[in-house]
Structure formats: C-alpha cells, structure tokens
C-alpha cells in the first residue's frame, strides 16, 4: 500500500534533485569539450581555462556562501543561487568565443558556489542526526547520477539541437527547480504546514532556521577545518580530472566516437552512485554500532583513498579501453565511499556553523578545480600523453590519506563566548 512520503523526504528529495542537475549543469560542458573547441578552434590549455573558469567564484563562495546560507537561510540562498546558475548554463548556449564562454563559466561558478554548504545548512535542520552521513552519500550519489547520465544526454541534445541548443534546454529544466523550491522549502520544519509533531521529535532541535544572528569566529573555525580541507583538496583533484577531461579522454585517448566515449564516461560515473550511496550508508552504521564517530568517518575515508590510488595506479598497465575503463571505475567507486564522511565531519564538529565549516571544506574542492583541469591540459599539450596527469591523483591521494589522521571529528567546536 502506498504511503505518502513525510515533509523531511519531500525535502530531502529536493536536495536530491538539486545536487542532480548543479552537476548536469557544471560537467556538460565536458561532453560538448569537442564541439565547443573544433568551433572556436581552441587549444588543450584554452579548453583547460573554460574548464577552470567555473571554479574561480566557486572557490570564493564556498566560505561566503556557506556564510551566506547561515545567515540568511536555505530557502533565500538557494532561490538566488538556482535563478543565477540556470540562466548562465543558458547564456553559454549563447557564446561567442573563448572570452563569452570564460565569463558565463564564471557565472555558473557564483550561482553554485553556495549551494552545497547551503544545502548542508538544510540538512543540519531537516534529517536526525544519526541520519546525516546517509543523507550526504543519497544526495551526492545524485550528483553522481547527474555526471553518469549527462554525457549520453548531453550527446543526444547535441545531436538533435547543436551544443548550443543542449545548454539551453538544460538551463530551463534548473530553472523549474527553482520555482518549485521556493514555493515548498521552509527554513525551519516547525513553520512548514505538512511538518507533523511526529516528524518534530525526529529532527534535531537547534538554530538552525533562518536568520542566524551569531558572528562566526572564521580564524579558529578555519584553523579546526584546514586539515579537512586539505583532504578533501586531495579527493577532488581527482574528481575534477573525472568530471571535466573523462569524455576526452576516452576520446582522444583511446579513438572512441562521441557517443561510446560519452558511453564509457557514463558507466565510470554510474560507479560513483553506488560508492555515494554505500559510503554513508556504512558510515552511519559503524557510527551506530560502536558510537565512534571518528572510526565512522575515517574507517571509510581511509578506505576510499587507499583503493582509489590503488586502481588509477593500475591504469598505467594497460593500452586496452574496456580495461582502463574498468579501472576508471573501481577507482571512482573507491573515492566516492568518502563523500558522505567527508560532508558529515563538518555538520560533526560544528552544528552551529555547519553552512560556513563546509564551505571552508568545500573551498579544498574548488581550489582543485582551477588547477586540476588546467594542469591535465597543459600536460597533455606539452608531452601529447593522456595518462600521465593520473600520476598526480595517485600521489595527492596518498598526501590525503596521511591528512585524513588530522580531523577530528568526535572533537565539538566550541563556540566560546565573546570578550
């Protein structure tokens, strides 16, 4: 018998879908890459900097944004930040040349920039506490699903409306979003009308509504999250090798067409659904088990890191594409089991300031994604070798694995009083 879903999975699905297609709208470009550069005839290291161009503001929102998101709540930062990243995944439908293309990157970069710290802030509101690292593995397993289907998609919208008709059509579909976010979310489930008293008593009581008045104490708060940050810079420049160069990569590399490389890209980041999914949800369940926290959360990290190290090593043994694809694959699984630890730790050490400590973690990520596909570019275009930028990722993996011992997450931040 069917059941209506309670408000908190309403939400929660939300966040799902919001995590889904920020992801469409900021990795499509990697499957239009070809397109865009035989268009305007652009070199590896040009593609490199409207790859990176993205990153730029979202790199400086990642602290502001999650400022932002405390202070003035989910439902606000999220209806800004969704209007601004749709209509700039619309506008790149419309550029003319390398310097257009750059600047509607960069916007997409200040519409997103703030989204997953604010997101984050929703969740410290709206899922139990002993549910937090299964609600960050559900939503970025999303986001996973957004980078798995978007090359096929991407490709069929090119092949049926050119790449620049694929950014508009995309760009409509966020904007939808939008519209039914601002009409359904409220920042605390207490002013929410489908909110029951049962749903009440399961979610955790804390500030965090909107309108959080309390000044952040930025310079301890940053020094308690830098070896998070570190961490998390260690997974994602790897991540962003996946996100932006995997199409190409599968094309240039390994001479495969546009549909089979987007196929082969498609079944890599499918990979990352499950390991999402099944980080948080072991995670949760060590930490219920033993109510260690620390052990819940690097027990999966360490994991994650060591086997994606593991498999993109191997990558260098073999020249077949059905191999290295395998491969790819294990190795994306392996570093997605540390997603949903990694997004948890900050909601760990500071509740109250969840939506700031996960933007200055998120800002490790962001920084990889301005130098990661730059430097995979300019690599390629200097040595005309497509494997060699992986020898990085093996080397900052294992750099993450020995920051990882750094984070503290059983340890509280303690918002000490003013003097």
């Known amino acids: 018998m069917f059941r209506k879903p309670t408000t908190p999975t309403i939400v929660l699905l939300l966040l799902c879908l919001m995590y889904f297609i ?63 990243w749709a209509v700039s995944t619309m506008l790149t439908g419309l550029a003319t040349g390398l310097l257009s293309l750059f ?65 508009i059509a995309l760009g409509l579909c966020s904007l939808l979003w939008v519209i039914v976010w601002g009409w359904y979310f409220r920042d605390s489930p207490a002013e929410h009308k489908g909110v029951t008293a049962a749903d009440l008593a399961r979610l955790p009581t ?7 008045k309390r000044k952040a104490p930025w310079a301890r708060l940053a020094r308690r999250i830098m070896p998070v940050s570190v961490t998390y810079f260690c997974y994602a420049w790897t991540l962003w090798l996946y996100l932006n160069w995997l199409p190409s990569f599968f094309l240039q590399a390994h001479g495969l067409d546009l549909k089979q490389s987007a196929l082969f890209a498609s079944g890599v980041f499918f990979a990352g659904v499950v390991g999402d999914t099944l980080g948080g949800t072991l995670s949760d ?34 020249d077949d594409p059905g191999v290295v694809a395998l ?16 997004w948890s730790i900050p909601m760990d050490i500071a509740p109250q300031y969840s939506g700031t400590a996960s933007g200055l973690m998120n800002t490790g990520s962001a920084m990889a994604a301005i130098i990661s596909p730059l430097a995979f570019g300019y690599v390629v275009d200097v040595t005309g070798n497509w494997i060699l930028p992986f020898a990085g990722s093996v080397i900052l993996l294992l750099v993450g694995i020995g920051s990882a011992f750094l984070m503290h997450p059983e340890r509280p931040f303690l918002d000490l009083p003013n003097r």
């Open 206 to 212: 804390s500030d965090g509504a909107s309108g959080h």
């Open 103 to 167: 600047i509607f990157r960069l916007a997409l970069g200040f519409g997103e920039g703030a989204t997953f710290p604010t997101a984050t802030r929703a969740m410290q509101s709206w899922v139990a506490d002993g549910r937090r690292s299964f609600a960050q593995g559900l939503t970025h397993s999303f986001a996973r699903l957004g980078n798995a289907i978007t090359p096929p998609v991407v490709a069929a919208l090119i092949a049926a409306l050119n790449w620049r008709g694929a950014f």
């Open 285 to 318: 369940m060590i930490l219920r088990r033993t109510g260690k926290v620390k052990l819940a959360r690097l027990s999966m990290i360490l994991s994650g890191l060591g086997g994606g190290a593991i498999c993109l090593l191997a990558v260098f043994l073999s």
């Open 327 to 342: 491969l790819l694959s294990a190795g994306f699984f392996f570093l997605e089991l540390t997603i949903a630890p990694m």
């Open 22 to 84: 920020t992801y469409v709208d900021r990795v499509n470009v990697g499957t239009a890459a070809n397109a865009i550069k035989t268009e305007f005839q652009l070199s590896n290291t040009e593609l490199g900097l409207v790859l990176s161009g993205f990153a730029y503001p979202y790199a400086l929102f990642q602290i502001f944004g999650g400022w932002i998101g405390d202070r003035f709540g989910p439902r606000r930062t999220l209806f800004v930040c969704g209007t601004i």
